[in-house]
C-alpha cells in the first residue's frame, strides 16, 4: 500500500472554517429527528440482525458489533434494551455513557440511527434512553457494496491489507459531554481507508450533511470506528485522535469517479487490532435474503417528519406536504435518484 503522502495544509479547527469549506446543515435535516422510538423504529429494530455500537464518557470512546436472529434488540418508546450476550464486547457500556448505534436491516441500503444514554445494567440486559432516531440515507452502503457481497473467509491476516481491502467503516465520535453518534462510510475497496505509519486515513462523502461526527471532532478529537469487508466477518477496530483537513494533495488521493471529496479526516498515533467479530457470525447476513419485514424505509422518514416536535411554519408546511396521498412512492423515487446522481 502507497499510504497518504503528509498533508501540507492546516488542521480545520474550527466550525467556521469548516461550515466555509462545507456550508451549514440544513435546518430541515433535523424534521427528520424524532426523541423516541416510534412504531416504526421499533419494527425496524426488532426485523435488524445487526448493530454497531458506540460509548462514550467525553474522554473514552469504544466502538461494538452486536448480532444474532431478529429481535435480540428491542424497547418502548423511552428506552431501547440490548441484549448483552449479543455484544462483541458488553464491557463497553457503562451507566451514564453515551451512546450511538447503526441498526441495518438485511438487503436495505438505508440505516436506522439512536443515540442516548445507557439508563442501566441489568443481568444480560443494557437499557438506553433515547435521545434521538432518524433514518440515514443510503449511499455509504451503497458505496461499499454491502449487500452484494458473499460469505467471503480469505479476509487478509495482515491489518495494512485488510486495510486496503476495507469497504465500510462505522465511525464513533463523542462530544465533550459524552453524546456519543455512529455514522456509516463507505468506499470501494483501495479508496475507504487509508494507512501510513502514523495514522489513518478517510474521505468524507456526500450524505446526510448533519456533519456531527465534524462537529465531535472538533470539540473532542478522541474517535473510534469499526471497518468492515463486506462479505467477511472479521472486523479492523482503530481508535486515535482525529483532525480534518481540506489539504487537495491529500483530498486527490481519494477521487472516485473523478470526485474529489471536499474534506479528509486522519486519525493520528492510530491503535489497530484485527479480530472477528461473533456479532457478524451470528448475523449470518450474506448472501442477502429476500426480505419479509415489508419496512420500507421512504414510509419511515416521512412518519418521523410528521412525528418531529418542531413547530415552526416550515415544519408544519413539511408534514401537510407529506401528508398527500402517494408521497410515499415519489420520496421513493427522489432518495433513489439522489443515490443515482450524487453518489460521490
Known amino acids: 500500500m502507497d499510504g497518504v503522502h503528509a498533508a501540507k495544509g492546516e488542521s480545520i479547527k474550527t466550525l467556521d472554517e469548516l461550515e466555509a469549506i462545507i456550508g451549514k446543515a440544513p435546518p430541515a435535516l433535523d424534521l427528520k429527528v424524532i426523541n423516541h422510538l416510534d412504531s416504526g423504529a421499533l419494527r425496524w429494530i426488532a426485523a435488524s440482525p445487526l448493530l454497531f455500537a458506540c460509548f462514550g464518557s467525553g474522554t473514552t470512546l469504544g466502538v461494538t458489533l452486536g448480532g444474532g436472529p ?16 449479543m455484544l462483541d464486547d458488553p464491557s463497553l457500556a457503562q451507566v451514564g455513557q453515551g451512546f450511538g448505534a447503526l441498526f441495518l436491516l438485511p438487503g436495505t441500503g438505508e440505516t436506522l440511527r439512536v443515540t442516548g444514554t445507557v439508563s ?25 457494496g454491502f449487500w452484494e457481497a458473499l460469505p467471503d473467509g480469505t479476509a487478509p491476516s495482515n491489518p495494512s491489507a485488510f486495510i486496503d481491502a476495507t469497504r465500510f467503516m462505522a465511525l464513533a465520535t463523542s462530544d465533550a ?36 461526527s465534524f462537529r ?24 486515535g485522535t482525529a483532525r480534518i483537513t481540506a489539504d487537495e494533495a491529500v483530498r486527490s488521493q481519494f477521487a472516485v469517479q473523478n470526485k474529489v471529496p471536499a474534506l479528509v479526516t486522519a486519525i493520528d498515533d492510530a491503535a489497530l487490532q484485527l479480530r472477528e467479530s461473533p456479532a457478524l457470525v451470528r448475523a449470518g447476513m450474506w448472501p442477502v ?56
Request: proline residues 7%.
Open 70 to 85: 431478529p429481535g435480540f434488540a428491542g424497547g418502548d418508546a423511552r428506552t431501547l434494551r440490548l441484549s448483552a450476550a
Open 120 to 144: 442501566a445494567q441489568h443481568p444480560g440486559e443494557i437499557s438506553i434512553t433515547v435521545h434521538e432516531c432518524y433514518g440515514h440515507c443510503a449511499k455509504a452502503l451503497i458505496r461499499s
Open 177 to 212: 459531554q459524552g453524546r456519543a453518534d455512529l455514522s456509516p462510510k463507505g468506499d470501494p475497496a483501495g479508496t475507504m481507508v487509508r494507512l501510513d505509519p502514523h495514522r489513518v486515513w478517510f474521505a468524507d462523502r456526500p450524505g446526510n450533511r448533519r456533519i456531527d
Open 216 to 239: 465531535n471532532i472538533l470539540t473532542q478529537p478522541r474517535v473510534a470506528a469499526t471497518l468492515l469487508i463486506p462479505g467477511s466477518t472479521h472486523v479492523a477496530y482503530v481508535s
Open 289 to 344: 435474503k429476500p426480505p419479509t419485514h415489508g419496512i420500507q424505509a421512504a414510509q419511515l422518514f416521512i412518519e418521523h417528519v410528521k412525528l418531529n416536535k418542531e413547530s415552526s411554519l416550515g415544519a408544519r408546511l413539511a408534514s401537510a406536504a407529506l401528508s398527500v396521498p402517494g408521497v410515499s412512492g415519489l420520496l421513493k423515487k427522489g432518495l433513489e435518484k439522489d443515490y443515482k446522481d450524487n453518489l460521490y
